[in-house]
């Protein structure tokens, strides 16, 4: 009873108080406890990266603890380096419109097929038992779409508006992005040429045919349309 008292302070109380959020009020289905942890802020490096689950997320942070650190560091320990937008103070606040604010999107289909293979299937297979995508799906649209910042719409998970973005990336461009990304952070072009990693990479894009019907897709056009509208994908699946 405590813990559940304790979320429901953080997430009605403290969090939305708190200077950044006064600022920047959240309007997100999530819980903004949940979409806070997503925010990564570095006044020093001079950016504001608002991670996505299941969007290079893991790429994404350990690129930024690299630069950081100067030395390679698991995504785990990575998260943790960096401030959430809850624990900045109103002076500080004042100062994101001076950051490189930047996020990383990717097209519906792939995202959430990517998140029922990490965080459904891969869980089903140890337990000995079977949760089918269709399944998955309906459940989202049963009411649990916004249970999990995985499978969540990346719109839902925005810290600020998509209009003071200084970059919306996507993973389809990601060697092309991440460079960019890095140049701007550390005021200079990377010198080693990137290869993409992904931590928890599931290979969705190459498994969209096995998993995906006419029903699935429409599912997924319908739950993620705010996604497939605001960062321009198509709503056609990408076979």
């Not at 959240?26 to 806070?36: C, R």
């Not at 998260?79 to 519906?108: A, C, D, M, W």
């Not at 925005?158 to 200084?166: A, I, S, T, V």
Request: glycine share 6%.
């Amino acid at each position: 009873m405590n813990r559940i008292l304790g979320k429901f302070i953080r997430n009605r109380i403290t969090i939305p108080f708190t200077p950044f959020y006064r600022q920047y009020p959240f309007k997100g289905s999530v819980s903004i406890s949940s979409a806070d942890s997503r925010g990564c802020v570095d006044l020093e490096l001079g950016f504001f990266c608002n991670r996505i689950p299941k969007a290079a997320n893991s790429t994404v942070v350990t690129t930024l603890a690299r630069i950081k650190c100067g030395q390679g560091i698991p995504s785990k320990e990575a998260k943790k380096l960096f401030r959430t937008p809850s624990q900045l103070s109103g002076r500080e606040v004042e100062k994101i419109p001076s950051l490189f604010t930047f996020t990383v999107v990717r097209n519906p289909y792939t995202r959430t097929l990517s998140a029922y293979l990490d965080k459904v299937e891969r869980r089903a297979l140890r337990d000995n038992r079977r949760t089918s995508f269709r399944e998955f799906l309906q459940s989202l649209k049963n009411g649990k779409l916004y249970s999990n910042g995985h499978w969540a719409p990346q719109s839902a998970l925005l810290l600020l508006p998509l209009d003071q973005f200084d970059l919306i990336g996507k993973v389809e461009s990601l060697d092309s992005v991440l460079p960019l990304i890095e140049e701007k952070v550390q005021g200079s072009p990377p010198q080693e040429h990137f290869k993409s990693f992904l931590a928890n990479a599931t290979g969705a894009s190459t498994k969209l045919s096995a998993y995906y019907d006419a029903e699935s897709a429409e599912m997924v056009r319908f739950l993620y349309q705010d996604d497939f509208t605001l960062f321009n994908y198509p709503d056609r699946l990408p076979l």
